[in-house]
């Protein structure tokens, strides 16, 4: 064999090889699967909590891999529907309480029901359920089990010489009255009635508490009548008599946090990831002097409020690799990984609310959890939600600017509306 040939065939050997090796290592690149996930940067968990809790599943799971992407809430919707109308982009999505109705008559997102365990039915708060259900059918998970609490500034009401935070939201106002008379805060309560969702969370609480609806037996609008209307008025009034800060008008639950935190504000709406927030010396002038009750009820009508403000995740329908999704999901929702984060969000799981973790710094919001969970009321269930909720929107903003009575611009509304129930 002359040295020309062994030199020939030496290179054909190591060539093969290498070829052989980067074929191997195409084939093995396209082995991983790569998952699309849209979240919401904003309340609750943070970009860097759902990272870090992404990075879990990734070690836990090498053969898959999550891009990540984070838009305001005000966009969550429409990202996900626009994506879903451009044939596909998302494999799991977060979504609100208020959009299984329209995301299943659309088929946006996959049913799930049947991969959901026993384990899940019986481990799951019950009312956490209706967070991912529409006509008995389930279209994810719950993962953010949330209601707005009242919050108060316990320094500024020992100054004020009061007692107990209100009961009522009457007393509310006699409370901030007093605050207020005393230079102890300019406006004493701080709210998120900016023109978006965060304004009907407000409402929607008041409307609960002044025994209102939003719908009656045949889909037809009730807000404009009763506790709607009254629901309104008391969000007018409290900004006329100069109780409630006049900027809740352009506010949503960041700015709510940020007047809270800073110590402006004596009274505060907000979600459950307020508290430890507002007890964080890196984000806070207040540690220490935070409470918490449930949101307050109205005499002879209600003895609490709160609002459905859950979310879950969900599979889009256009999903490649929905087992994948579903086990992403799974691993995001399980009970670990919800103690794990429990200062920012609680738990769906029944068993945690028993368990250290989750209840040890936090006694005081655990104690109105237990409360406002139990009495979370929905916004309007239909698949035309959004639409409906622009036009509400649009009435309480209205009332607010003075441009119409609480009464005129509901029945506005309500008249906008009708066509499209």
């Known amino acids: ?50 990272r870090a809790m992404t990075a879990d599943f990734e070690a836990a799971n090498p ?4 891009n990540l992407e984070f838009v305001p809430y005000e ?5 996900t529907t626009l994506a879903q109308g451009a044939g596909g982009g998302y494999d799991v999505v977060l979504f609100d309480v208020i959009w299984p109705a329209e995301f299943a008559e659309n088929k946006v997102l996959l049913d799930v029901t049947d991969k959901i365990t026993p384990e899940m039915k019986d481990g799951v708060l019950p009312g956490a359920w209706t967070t ?51 230079k102890l805060a300019e406006f004493p309560i701080v709210w998120s009635w900016a023109q978006a969702e965060a304004a ?15 719908l009656d037996a045949d889909g037809k609008p ?11 008025a008391y969000m007018t009034d409290s900004i006329e008599q100069g109780l409630s800060n006049p900027n809740s008008k352009e506010y949503l639950e960041e700015d709510v946090r940020r007047v809270f935190s800073s110590g402006e504000a004596a009274f505060a709406m907000n979600w459950t990831y307020m508290y430890n927030m507002a007890n964080d010396p890196k984000e806070s002038k207040i540690v220490g002097k935070v409470g918490v009750v449930p949101a307050p009820g109205v005499e002879g009508k209600s003895e609490a409020s709160a609002v459905n403000g859950s979310m879950g995740l969900g599979i889009t ?45 936090q006694e005081a919001l655990v104690a109105a959890a237990k409360t406002s969970l139990g009495l979370m009321f929905p916004r309007p269930t239909t698949p035309t939600y959004q639409q409906l909720s622009t036009q509400l929107q649009q009435a309480i903003h209205a009332a607010l600017l003075k441009q119409s009575t609480p009464e005129e611009a509901l029945k506005a509304a309500a008249e906008s509306a009708s066509g499209g129930l």
């Not at 030496?10 to 074929?23: F, K, R, S, Y």
């Not at 053969?63 to 999550?66: E, R």
């Not at 010489?161 to 008379?181: F, H, N, R, S």
């Open 1 to 50: 064999m002359s040295n020309n040939y062994r030199t020939r065939l030496l290179q054909a050997i190591v060539g093969g090889a290498i070829l052989a090796g980067a074929q191997s290592l195409t084939i093995g690149a396209f082995a991983d699967t790569t998952l699309n996930a849209l979240f919401m940067a904003q309340a609750a968990y943070s970009e860097d909590n759902v």
């Open 63 to 66: 053969g898959v891999k999550i």
């Open 75 to 79: 966009g969550l919707h429409d990202k």
């Open 132 to 182: 991912v259900e529409y006509q008995n059918k389930r279209y994810g998970l719950p993962w953010i089990l949330d209601t707005k609490y009242l919050f108060y500034n316990t320094e500024i009401l020992e100054k004020a010489g009061i007692k107990t935070p209100p009961k009522t939201w009457a007393e509310l106002l006699d409370q901030a009255k007093i605050i207020k008379e005393k």
């Open 200 to 214: 009907i969370c407000d409402y929607t609480t008041l409307v609960a508490a002044f025994g209102g609806f939003f």
């Open 222 to 232: 009730a807000f404009q009548n009763g506790g709607g209307v009254d629901a309104l």
């Open 317 to 361: 329908s256009t999903s490649q690799h929905p087992d994948e999704a579903w086990n992403y999901i799974a691993f995001m929702t399980s009970k670990a990984e919800q103690e794990k984060f429990a200062k920012l969000s609680l738990p769906i799981w029944a068993d945690s609310y028993s368990q250290p973790a989750v209840t040890t710094g």
